[in-house]
T-cell receptor, first 113, second 117 residues
Framework: QKEVEQNSGPLSVPEGAIASLNCTYSDRVSQSFFWYRQYSGKSPELIMSIYSNGDKEDGRFTAQLNKASQYVSLLIRDSQPSDSATYLCAVAPFSGGYNKLIFGAGTRLAVHP | DAGVIQSPRHEVTEMGQEVTLRCKPISGHDYLFWYRQTMMRGLELLIYFNNNVPIDDSGMPEDRFSAKMPNASFSTLKIQPSEPRDSAVYFC???????????????FGPGTRLTVL
Protein backbone atom coordinates (compact mmCIF):
# COMPACT_ATOMS: atom_id res chain seq x y z
CA GLN A 1 0.00 0.00 0.00
CA LYS A 2 1.34 3.40 -0.97
CA GLU A 3 1.65 5.92 1.81
CA VAL A 4 -0.45 8.52 -0.03
CA GLU A 5 -2.89 7.44 -2.72
CA GLN A 6 -4.73 9.49 -5.29
CA ASN A 7 -6.72 8.64 -8.37
CA SER A 8 -4.51 9.64 -11.28
CA GLY A 9 -7.46 10.79 -13.38
CA PRO A 10 -7.93 12.61 -15.58
CA LEU A 11 -10.92 14.09 -13.83
CA SER A 12 -12.91 16.00 -16.39
CA VAL A 13 -15.48 18.56 -15.26
CA PRO A 14 -17.39 21.29 -17.12
CA GLU A 15 -16.67 24.91 -16.42
CA GLY A 16 -18.65 26.15 -13.43
CA ALA A 17 -19.01 22.72 -11.84
CA ILE A 18 -17.55 21.48 -8.56
CA ALA A 19 -14.39 19.38 -8.89
CA SER A 20 -13.80 16.88 -6.10
CA LEU A 21 -10.32 15.49 -5.57
CA ASN A 22 -9.64 12.73 -3.07
CA CYS A 23 -6.65 11.39 -1.20
CA THR A 24 -6.10 8.62 1.34
CA TYR A 25 -3.06 8.09 3.52
CA SER A 26 -1.67 5.22 5.53
CA ASP A 27 0.07 6.85 8.51
CA ARG A 28 -2.72 7.13 11.07
CA VAL A 29 -0.90 9.68 13.22
CA SER A 30 -0.11 12.12 10.41
CA GLN A 31 -0.72 15.67 11.57
CA SER A 32 -0.66 17.99 8.60
CA PHE A 33 -2.00 17.76 5.09
CA PHE A 34 -1.47 19.84 2.01
CA TRP A 35 -2.77 20.30 -1.50
CA TYR A 36 -0.38 21.49 -4.17
CA ARG A 37 -1.29 22.51 -7.71
CA GLN A 38 1.18 21.84 -10.49
CA TYR A 39 0.76 23.20 -13.97
CA SER A 40 2.51 21.34 -16.77
CA GLY A 41 6.20 22.20 -16.79
CA LYS A 42 5.98 24.20 -13.57
CA SER A 43 6.78 23.58 -9.93
CA PRO A 44 4.24 22.55 -7.29
CA GLU A 45 2.43 25.49 -5.72
CA LEU A 46 0.86 25.26 -2.27
CA ILE A 47 -2.85 26.08 -2.39
CA MET A 48 -4.31 24.63 0.82
CA SER A 49 -3.16 23.25 4.14
CA ILE A 50 -5.33 21.59 6.78
CA TYR A 51 -4.50 20.23 10.21
CA SER A 52 -7.79 19.61 12.02
CA ASN A 53 -10.77 17.46 11.20
CA GLY A 54 -13.48 19.24 9.28
CA ASP A 55 -13.55 21.77 6.49
CA LYS A 56 -11.29 24.68 5.68
CA GLU A 57 -12.36 27.16 3.03
CA ASP A 58 -10.25 29.60 1.04
CA GLY A 59 -12.02 31.31 -1.82
CA ARG A 60 -13.22 28.68 -4.27
CA PHE A 61 -11.21 25.97 -2.53
CA THR A 62 -12.36 23.81 0.38
CA ALA A 63 -10.16 21.19 2.00
CA GLN A 64 -11.83 18.46 4.03
CA LEU A 65 -10.06 16.23 6.53
CA ASN A 66 -11.28 13.08 8.23
CA LYS A 67 -8.49 11.59 10.31
CA ALA A 68 -10.57 8.63 11.46
CA SER A 69 -11.03 7.56 7.86
CA GLN A 70 -7.53 8.74 6.87
CA TYR A 71 -9.04 10.76 4.09
CA VAL A 72 -8.46 14.27 2.81
CA SER A 73 -10.22 15.94 -0.10
CA LEU A 74 -10.17 19.16 -2.08
CA LEU A 75 -13.25 20.74 -3.54
CA ILE A 76 -12.98 23.40 -6.21
CA ARG A 77 -16.18 25.35 -6.71
CA ASP A 78 -17.06 27.18 -9.92
CA SER A 79 -14.24 25.38 -11.75
CA GLN A 80 -12.45 27.39 -14.40
CA PRO A 81 -10.32 26.24 -17.33
CA SER A 82 -7.38 27.86 -15.51
CA ASP A 83 -7.85 25.25 -12.77
CA SER A 84 -6.74 22.55 -15.21
CA ALA A 85 -3.60 21.14 -13.63
CA THR A 86 -2.34 18.22 -11.61
CA TYR A 87 -3.25 18.35 -7.92
CA LEU A 88 -0.84 16.73 -5.50
CA CYS A 89 -1.87 15.62 -2.05
CA ALA A 90 0.93 15.69 0.53
CA VAL A 91 1.04 14.32 4.05
CA ALA A 92 3.52 14.89 6.86
CA PRO A 93 3.85 11.46 8.50
CA PHE A 94 4.90 10.82 12.08
CA SER A 95 7.71 8.63 10.75
CA GLY A 96 9.37 11.73 9.38
CA GLY A 97 8.94 13.70 12.58
CA TYR A 98 6.25 15.64 10.74
CA ASN A 99 9.04 17.50 9.00
CA LYS A 100 9.01 15.85 5.62
CA LEU A 101 6.19 15.40 3.15
CA ILE A 102 5.09 12.32 1.30
CA PHE A 103 3.36 13.14 -1.96
CA GLY A 104 0.71 11.25 -3.82
CA ALA A 105 1.07 10.66 -7.54
CA GLY A 106 -1.39 13.47 -8.28
CA THR A 107 -4.77 13.78 -9.93
CA ARG A 108 -4.95 15.47 -13.30
CA LEU A 109 -7.93 17.83 -13.52
CA ALA A 110 -9.28 19.02 -16.84
CA VAL A 111 -11.93 21.76 -16.83
CA HIS A 112 -13.58 22.10 -20.20
CA PRO A 113 -15.53 25.18 -21.36
CA ASP B 1 10.61 38.48 -1.28
CA ALA B 2 12.46 36.15 -3.59
CA GLY B 3 11.32 32.58 -3.59
CA VAL B 4 13.50 29.51 -3.78
CA ILE B 5 16.11 29.93 -6.48
CA GLN B 6 17.55 27.03 -8.46
CA SER B 7 20.22 26.86 -11.12
CA PRO B 8 20.63 25.86 -13.79
CA ARG B 9 17.07 25.65 -15.08
CA HIS B 10 18.05 23.16 -17.75
CA GLU B 11 21.03 20.86 -17.93
CA VAL B 12 21.93 18.50 -20.74
CA THR B 13 24.93 16.29 -20.21
CA GLU B 14 26.42 13.05 -21.37
CA MET B 15 26.48 9.83 -19.44
CA GLY B 16 29.42 9.67 -17.06
CA GLN B 17 29.70 13.41 -16.54
CA GLU B 18 29.38 15.11 -13.16
CA VAL B 19 26.30 17.24 -12.64
CA THR B 20 25.86 19.85 -9.92
CA LEU B 21 22.50 21.40 -9.15
CA ARG B 22 22.24 24.47 -6.95
CA CYS B 23 19.62 25.88 -4.63
CA LYS B 24 19.15 29.02 -2.58
CA PRO B 25 16.32 28.66 -0.06
CA ILE B 26 13.99 31.41 1.08
CA SER B 27 15.77 33.65 3.56
CA GLY B 28 15.00 32.63 7.13
CA HIS B 29 13.88 29.12 6.27
CA ASP B 30 15.66 26.42 8.25
CA TYR B 31 14.55 23.35 6.30
CA LEU B 32 15.71 22.51 2.80
CA PHE B 33 14.46 19.61 0.71
CA TRP B 34 15.63 18.05 -2.56
CA TYR B 35 13.05 16.21 -4.67
CA ARG B 36 13.12 14.38 -7.98
CA GLN B 37 10.08 14.15 -10.23
CA THR B 38 9.55 11.69 -13.07
CA MET B 39 6.45 10.49 -14.85
CA MET B 40 6.97 6.98 -13.59
CA ARG B 41 7.77 7.65 -9.94
CA GLY B 42 6.14 11.00 -9.29
CA LEU B 43 7.64 13.41 -6.76
CA GLU B 44 10.18 11.71 -4.52
CA LEU B 45 12.02 13.19 -1.57
CA LEU B 46 15.76 12.59 -1.91
CA ILE B 47 17.18 14.30 1.18
CA TYR B 48 16.41 17.09 3.57
CA PHE B 49 18.40 19.37 5.84
CA ASN B 50 17.57 21.20 9.05
CA ASN B 51 19.85 24.08 10.01
CA ASN B 52 22.34 22.91 7.34
CA VAL B 53 22.54 19.39 8.78
CA PRO B 54 21.33 16.41 6.71
CA ILE B 55 18.48 14.77 8.61
CA ASP B 56 17.15 12.09 6.27
CA ASP B 57 18.91 10.90 3.12
CA SER B 58 17.01 7.64 2.80
CA GLY B 59 15.61 8.75 -0.55
CA MET B 60 19.00 9.20 -2.20
CA PRO B 61 18.99 6.50 -4.86
CA GLU B 62 22.63 5.45 -4.65
CA ASP B 63 26.14 6.56 -3.86
CA ARG B 64 26.38 8.49 -7.11
CA PHE B 65 24.17 11.11 -5.49
CA SER B 66 25.43 13.47 -2.81
CA ALA B 67 24.10 16.68 -1.29
CA LYS B 68 25.65 19.40 0.81
CA MET B 69 24.51 22.52 2.57
CA PRO B 70 27.59 24.54 3.54
CA ASN B 71 25.52 27.46 4.85
CA ALA B 72 21.95 28.57 5.40
CA SER B 73 21.61 30.12 1.96
CA PHE B 74 23.09 27.50 -0.35
CA SER B 75 22.81 23.81 -1.13
CA THR B 76 24.06 21.55 -3.90
CA LEU B 77 22.98 18.19 -5.24
CA LYS B 78 25.69 16.38 -7.15
CA ILE B 79 25.46 13.34 -9.38
CA GLN B 80 28.72 11.66 -10.28
CA PRO B 81 28.79 9.85 -12.64
CA SER B 82 25.46 10.66 -14.24
CA GLU B 83 23.38 8.05 -16.05
CA PRO B 84 20.44 8.35 -18.48
CA ARG B 85 18.04 7.08 -15.80
CA ASP B 86 18.88 10.18 -13.74
CA SER B 87 16.99 12.29 -16.27
CA ALA B 88 14.23 14.05 -14.33
CA VAL B 89 13.18 17.38 -12.92
CA TYR B 90 14.92 18.13 -9.65
CA PHE B 91 13.17 20.48 -7.25
CA CYS B 92 14.46 22.23 -4.20
CA UNK B 93 12.00 23.36 -1.53
CA UNK B 94 12.33 25.17 1.77
CA UNK B 95 10.24 25.73 4.86
CA UNK B 96 10.41 27.15 8.34
CA UNK B 97 8.97 25.44 11.38
CA UNK B 98 9.57 28.62 13.36
CA UNK B 99 7.40 30.69 11.05
CA UNK B 100 4.72 28.08 10.42
CA UNK B 101 4.56 26.54 13.87
CA UNK B 102 4.73 22.80 13.70
CA UNK B 103 3.25 22.72 10.24
CA UNK B 104 5.73 22.22 7.48
CA UNK B 105 4.48 24.28 4.58
CA UNK B 106 7.06 23.82 1.86
CA UNK B 107 7.72 26.25 -0.98
CA PHE B 108 9.23 24.95 -4.19
CA GLY B 109 11.78 26.39 -6.54
CA PRO B 110 11.28 26.35 -10.32
CA GLY B 111 13.23 23.12 -10.73
CA THR B 112 16.14 21.95 -12.86
CA ARG B 113 15.31 19.79 -15.85
CA LEU B 114 18.17 17.33 -16.23
CA THR B 115 18.71 15.30 -19.37
CA VAL B 116 21.49 12.74 -19.43
CA LEU B 117 22.25 11.45 -22.91
Amino acid sequence: QKEVEQNSGPLSVPEGAIASLNCTYSDRVSQSFFWYRQYSGKSPELIMSIYSNGDKEDGRFTAQLNKASQYVSLLIRDSQPSDSATYLCAVAPFSGGYNKLIFGAGTRLAVHP
Amino acid sequence: DAGVIQSPRHEVTEMGQEVTLRCKPISGHDYLFWYRQTMMRGLELLIYFNNNVPIDDSGMPEDRFSAKMPNASFSTLKIQPSEPRDSAVYFCASSSARLAGDYNEQFFGPGTRLTVL
